[in-house]
T-cell receptor, first 116, second 111 residues
Framework: QKEVEQNSGPLSVPEGAIASLNCTYSDRGSQSFFWYRQYSGKSPELIMFIYSNGDKEDGRFTAQLNKASQYVSLLIRDSQPSDSATYLC????????????????FGQGTILTVHP | DVKVTQSSRYLVKRTGEKVFLECVQDMDHENMFWYRQDPGLGLRLIYF???????EKGDIPEGYSVSREKKERFSLILESASTNQTSMYLC??????????FGAGTRLSVL
């Protein structure tokens, strides 16, 4: 089982719809969760981070975390063609007795296409 | 504003050459990372550093080494470049709260 799994894509949604991106993780002790957006040929850029169970909203983006189910999601409301990109889920693993020095485990990414 | 600068956007090298990829951050971050990204394989961690002169292997360190002589600079070295090291290389830095900031990336082609 992969440590961080994202829903297989590509995901295609019409402009104005809600895009739902999902991520599950295997390390139950994980504490910090991140969503990055990566445009083709560019580097990842942070969209949101979430540390506590529940929802966190920032503009059109909402991150949802459920630690009991080991599940984190990203909702994009009113999707725009400019949202078309690969979305990476990243998880900070638990220390397990050592220190991870800020290491993150990344999922494979989900390609999102928003069509007009 | 956060800034992570990679020295080259595109690089073409020949098999067997020694290759240096440079990364500089201006945020006084302790942690710095080198990844490579390949289609279908996602981001894979090569090496990371948590302090000056301190380094740890990531998931795919073979064929690479790193150097961190100053806090702001983290270098990735390909001792003898091979064609299977053709890839996009991404540098990142982070504070202990773990938000990683990425540089623009270096697309390396080894011929």
């Amino acid at each position: 089982q992969k440590e961080v799994e994202q829903n297989s894509g590509p995901l295609s949604v019409p402009e104005g719809a809600i895009a739902s991106l999902n991520c599950t993780y295997s390390d139950r002790g994980s504490q910090s969760f991140f969503w990055y957006r990566q445009y083709s040929g560019k580097s990842p850029e942070l969209i949101m981070f979430i540390y506590s169970n529940g929802d966190k909203e920032d503009g059109r983006f909402t991150a949802q975390l459920n630690k009991a189910s080991q599940y984190v999601s990203l909702l994009i409301r009113d999707s725009q063609p400019s949202d078309s990109a690969t979305y990476l889920c990243a998880v900070k693993p638990s220390n397990a007795g050592g220190t991870s020095y800020g290491k993150l485990t990344f999922g494979q990414g989900t390609i999102l296409t928003v069509h007009p | 504003d956060v800034k992570v600068t990679q020295s080259s956007r595109y690089l073409v090298k020949r098999t067997g050459e020694k290759v240096f990829l440079e990364c500089v951050q201006d945020m006084d971050h302790e942690n710095m990372f080198w990844y490579r990204q390949d289609p279908g394989l996602g981001l894979r961690l090569i090496y990371f550093s948590y302090d000056v002169k301190m380094k740890e292997k990531g998931d795919i360190p073979e064929g690479y080494s790193v150097s961190r002589e100053k806090k702001e600079r983290f270098s990735l070295i390909l001792e003898s470049a091979s064609t299977n090291q053709t890839s996009m290389y991404l540098c990142a830095s982070s504070l202990p709260r773990n938000i990683q900031y990425f540089g623009a990336g270096t697309r390396l082609s080894v011929l």
